[in-house]
C-alpha cells in the first residue's frame, strides 16, 4: 500500500492568516494527488485534484502543488467558513489511501 | 444537480452483516466507479472497494473476504454489504463517485460523496 503522511495533524490559525499543509507519499505517485475538505456533519469536499487542479466553485485561495512525493495544500488568506479538516487522497494505485487528516483550528 | 444519498442500518451486533446502499440521483452511474470508504473514530479514511455500472468491482484487499460490493443500474444504486462485523467495523461509512479516465467527471478523484451513515457494532 501507498502511505500518505499528512502534516500537521492540526494547527490554529486566524482568520487571514496563510495556511499550508502537507502530505508526502511514500513512492512515487506523479500528480495523482487529491484534496478534499470535511465538516462534522457533513460529505467531505472535493477542493483540488490531480495536484494542482482547482475543482469547479472552490475559492481560488485555495491552491495546490507538489515537488516529487511532498505535495502542498495552501490556503491563501484562512477565511471563517476554512476551518474544518483536509486531507489528501492518492489515487495513483487503485488501492486508495488517505492522509490522516489536519484539523485546522480557530486561533 | 447531481447527488448521492445512502441509508442503511446503523446498529449492529457482532457477527451480524452490514448492509448499505447508496442511490445516484440527478446522473447517472456510467462512466463511473462508485466507491465505498469508511472511516472509524479517531482514524484516517479507508477505501473499501469500488464498482462499475457493468458490475466489475475491486474490493479492498484487506477486507475482500467479507466484503460485496453490487449495483443495481435499472435502479441507479450501488450497495455493501460487511459480514460478520466485530467492534473494529464500527465507523462512519460514505459512498462517492469517481469518473473513470476520459469518460465522465473528473477521473481518480471522489468528486461526490454520500452524507455519510454512522454505523456502531454492540453487543
Known amino acids: 500500500d501507498i502511505q500518505m503522511t499528512q502534516s500537521p495533524p492540526s494547527l490554529s490559525a486566524s482568520v487571514g492568516d496563510r495556511v499550508t499543509i502537507t502530505c508526502r507519499a511514500s513512492q512515487t505517485i506523479r500528480n495523482y494527488l487529491n484534496w478534499y475538505q470535511h465538516k462534522p456533519g457533513n460529505a467531505p469536499k472535493l477542493l483540488i485534484y490531480a495536484s494542482s487542479s482547482l475543482q469547479s466553485g472552490v475559492p481560488s485561495r485555495f491552491s495546490g502543488s ?26 495513483y494505485n487503485t488501492l486508495r489511501t488517505f492522509g490522516q487528516g489536519t484539523r485546522v483550528e480557530i486561533k | ?14 457477527s451480524e452483516t452490514l448492509s448499505l446502499t447508496c442511490g445516484v ?11 465505498w470508504i469508511r472511516q472509524a473514530p479517531g482514524k484516517g ?6 464498482i462499475d455500472h457493468s ?34 467495523d464500527t465507523a462512519t461509512y460514505y459512498c462517492a463517485r469517481e469518473g473513470k479516465p476520459g469518460l465522465s467527471g473528473i477521473s481518480d478523484a471522489f468528486d461526490l460523496w454520500g452524507q455519510g451513515t454512522v454505523v456502531t457494532v454492540s453487543s
Open chain 1, 66 to 91: 507538489a515537488s516529487g512525493t511532498d505535495f502542498t495544500l495552501t490556503i491563501s488568506s484562512l477565511q471563517p467558513e476554512d476551518f474544518a479538516t483536509y486531507f489528501c487522497q492518492q489515487s
Open chain 2, 1 to 14: 444537480q447531481v447527488h448521492l444519498q445512502q441509508w442503511g442500518a446503523g446498529l449492529l451486533k457482532p
Open chain 2, 25 to 35: 440521483y440527478g446522473g447517472s452511474l456510467t462512466g463511473y466507479y462508485l466507491n
Open chain 2, 45 to 50: 479514511l479507508e477505501w473499501l472497494g469500488e
Open chain 2, 55 to 88: 458490475g466489475i468491482t475491486n474490493p479492498n484487499p484487506s477486507l475482500a473476504s467479507r466484503v460485496t460490493i453490487s449495483v443495481d443500474a435499472s435502479k441507479n444504486q450501488f450497495s455493501l454489504k460487511l459480514r460478520s462485523v466485530t467492534a473494529a
